[in-house]
C-alpha cells in the first residue's frame, strides 16, 4: 500500500538502548526560511475550498459513519506518494522518533540491549546514565517491567521499548535475573536524559591514524567531532580515515561545517538552487582546523544526502582520498514544516549541487518503486563487483581544479573503488550467520566470561583476552554443531579468517569499548578499511 510505501521508517531510536539502523538519506536546511507555506492564489484557495468542501459533505450526508480523521490521513499519504521519494508526511504519533536522531537525546533507562532471543538481555549501559546508577549490569536478563513478564513470551520488541521509556524524573521498576544470584533482583530505576552519539567510534586504529565512524549528522554532530578530533591529536594522530559508510544524512549545516574542517578559506563546499533558481552557496570561512591532516573518506552505497554533501565537497576540492563504492545518489534537500495537529510534511525545496556543478541526485520516477529498487539493481548488474560495470554519460563529467575527472547523476563515485569480496564466504559462513548463530555464540561467549569482559576498558586489553582463547573459532564450531549446524571442514577453512574475525569483533561489544572494539576487530576483514591503510602508508 502506498501508505506503507511513503511512511517514514527510522531507526529504531530505543529510549532504553542506542540501536542503529539504516534509513534512506536526507539532508535538512535549516537556515533556509520556508517561503508560501500558505497559497495566496485563486488557484490555491479553490483547491482548498474544494477539499473542504468535500470533507464536510462527506460528514453530513454520507450514507455509513465515517472517520474524517483517517481519511484526512490517508490522503496525505496519497499527496506525498505523487511526488519525489524524499517528501515524506510524518504524523503526528511518529514525530518524537523522527527527531530523537537529530536532536541527540532522547528520555530513558540508558541500556543497551539485545533480543536475540525471547529475553532482554542486557549488553551495556550508559555510562553515567540511569541505569548504569541503578547497578544494571552487562549481561543482566530483564525478566520483568512492573511486574508484568515480558521474558519467554514473544513480546514485540516495539512493545518492550514502550515499557521501559517513558518521561525524565519517572520510575519504573525491573526484575532482573543475573548470573548466579538466585531469584529476581528488583530494580527501581529513574528515568532520565540520554544522549545520542552520532558517533559511534573514534580511536587510534594504527599509530598515528585515528578512525572516526560517523552514522548521522544531528545537531550534535559538529561538536562530537571537534571533541573526537581533539582526543585523537593528543594521542598522536597525524592522519585520519573518516568513516560515512552508511550514513544516511541528517541536518545540512553540520554537513558544512564539518567540511569547513577540512578546507582552506574561500572554497565553495555546496550550493543548494530552488525551484526559482535561487542559489545559496557555502564557502570555507579559513577556521578549518584541519586542512593539512591527510585524509581518506569511506563511502558506500548506503552513504546519503549530508554524508554525499562531505565527500563531493572534498573530492571536488581536491582534498583527501574518496575510497569505497558509489554512494546511495541523493540531492535534494528538504525542510520539515510543522502543521497545525502536530504532524509535519518533510518537504523537498531545493537542489544542492557539489563545487564542480554536480547534482548527484539519481534519477527517479514519481510515485514509482524504481528508486528503491536501485541498489538491487546495482547488484543485479554487477556494479558491487566491479567498476567496469558503470556507465557514465560523457554530459555528467566534470572536472576538478586539479584537472580530475568527476561524475555526477547518480551518488559519488569514489576516487578508489572496492568491491565486495564474496571468495572467503562459504556454505557454513552462510548458514551460521543467515540462523543467528554466530551472534548469539558472542552473546553466549560473554556470559561464560562475564568477568574478564567487564574488566575490559582499553583494545590493547581487549587484544590480549581475545588472543589467549586459541579455541574460539572451534568452541564456536561445536556450539553451531549443537545448533543443528553440521561442520564441513573445507568451508570452515576457506572462511576461517572472516569467522574469526566477527566472532572477536561481536565478542567485543559486549565489553564497555562496544563499537570501538568492534572496528577494531573487524580491521583484518575490510577491504575497504585496509585500502585506506594502504593510501595513507599504514599498512601493518
Not at 18 to 27: E, W, Y
Amino acid at each position: 500500500m502506498r501508505e506503507r510505501k511513503k511512511k517514514l521508517w527510522m531507526p529504531m531510536v530505543v529510549a532504553v538502548s542506542v540501536v542503529s539502523g539504516l534509513i534512506m538519506g536526507f539532508a535538512i536546511n535549516v537556515n533556509r526560511p520556508t517561503r508560501g507555506v500558505q497559497s495566496t492564489t485563486p488557484q490555491g484557495g479553490a483547491r482548498a475550498a474544494k477539499l473542504e468542501l468535500t470533507l464536510s459533505l462527506l460528514e453530513g450526508y454520507y450514507l455509513d459513519p465515517i472517520d474524517a480523521d483517517t481519511i484526512v490521513e490517508n490522503l496525505m499519504y496519497e499527496l506525498v506518494g505523487q511526488l519525489d521519494p524524499h517528501t515524506m508526511y510524518i504524523p503526528k504519533e511518529d514525530m518524537q522518533a523522527v527527531n530523537e536522531p537529530l536532536e541527540g537525546e532522547f528520555d530513558g533507562i540508558g541500556v543497551v540491549f539485545n533480543m536475540t532471543t525471547d529475553t532482554v538481555v542486557v549488553l551495556n549501559t550508559v555510562a553515567g546514565g540511569p541505569s548504569y546508577k541503578a547497578g544494571i549490569l552487562p549481561g543482566d536478563r530483564i525478566i520483568t517491567v512492573d511486574g508484568d513478564t515480558i521474558a519467554g513470551r514473544s513480546v514485540d520488541q516495539e512493545k518492550v521499548i514502550e515499557r521501559l521509556r517513558g518521561k525524565r524524573g519517572t520510575t519504573v521498576s525491573v526484575g532482573i535475573e543475573r548470573g548466579n544470584v538466585e531469584g529476581l533482583v528488583e530494580v527501581d530505576i529513574v528515568r532520565d536524559k540520554i544522549p545520542l552519539h552520532s558517533i559511534d567510534a573514534a580511536f587510534m586504529i594504527r599509530p598515528k591514524v585515528g578512525y572516526i565512524k560517523l552514522t548521522s549528522f544531528a545537531r550534535t554532530t559538529h561538536g562530537e567531532f571537534l571533541e573526537a578530533i581533539e582526543r585523537l591529536r593528543s594521542e598522536g594522530m597525524e592522519s585520519l580515515i573518516f568513516d560515512l559508510r552508511s550514513n544516511s544524512g541528517g541536518y545540512l549545516d553540520q554537513a558544512i561545517r564539518m567540511t569547513n574542517e577540512f578546507l582552506p578559506a574561500g572554497r565553495l563546499m555546496v550550493y543548494t538552487e530552488d525551484k526559482l533558481g535561487r542559489q545559496q552557496r557555502e564557502f570555507s570561512n579559513g577556521n578549518g582546523t584541519l586542512t593539512e591532516l591527510p585524509l581518506v573518506v569511506l563511502i558506500d552505497d548506503y552513504s546519503a544526502s549530508s554524508s554525499e554533501i562531505v565527500a563531493g565537497a572534498l573530492q571536488d576540492n581536491d582534498r583527501g582520498t574518496i575510497i569505497g563504492r558509489r554512494s546511495f545518489g541523493k540531492g535534494l534537500v528538504q525542510n520539515q514544516i510543522p502543521l497545525a495537529d502536530g504532524s509535519a510534511l518533510r518537504l523537498t525545496v531545493a537542489r544542492y549541487y557539489t563545487p564542480t556543478g554536480r547534482c548527484i541526485q539519481k534519477p527517479y520516477t514519481k510515485g514509482g518503486d524504481d528508486y528503491v529498487l536501485d541498489i538491487i539493481n546495482r547488484y543485479e548488474h554487477g556494479e558491487m563487483f566491479s567498476a567496469d560495470s558503470i556507465r557514465f554519460a560523457d554530459s555528467l563529467k566534470f572536472t576538478t581544479p586539479a584537472g580530475r575527472t568527476v561524475y555526477g547523476g547518480g551518488g559519488i563515485m569514489p576516487d578508489i573503488f572496492v568491491p565486495i569480496d564474496t571468495t572467503e564466504m562459504s556454505p557454513y559462513y552462510y548458514a551460521t550467520t543467515g540462523l543467528n548463530i554466530l551472534y548469539r555464540y558472542t552473546l553466549d561467549y560473554a556470559d561464560r566470561h562475564r568477568r574478564e569482559i567487564n574488566s575490559i576498558r582499553t583494545v590493547e586489553e581487549l587484544n590480549r583476552f581475545l588472543d589467549g582463547d586459541e579455541r574460539l573459532l572451534e568452541d564456536f564450531v561445536a556450539y553451531a554443531e549443537r545448533k543443528g549446524v553440521k561442520p564441513v571442514r573445507e568451508e570452515i577453512e576457506l572462511s576461517r579468517r572472516l569467522l574469526t574475525s566477527m566472532l572477536r569483533a561481536y565478542i567485543a561489544r559486549n565489553t564497555e569499548l562496544q563499537d570501538v572494539g568492534y572496528f577494531s576487530q573487524i580491521a583484518p576483514i575490510d577491504e575497504t578499511l585496509q585500502c585506506a591503510f594502504r593510501t595513507l602508508g599504514a599498512e601493518q
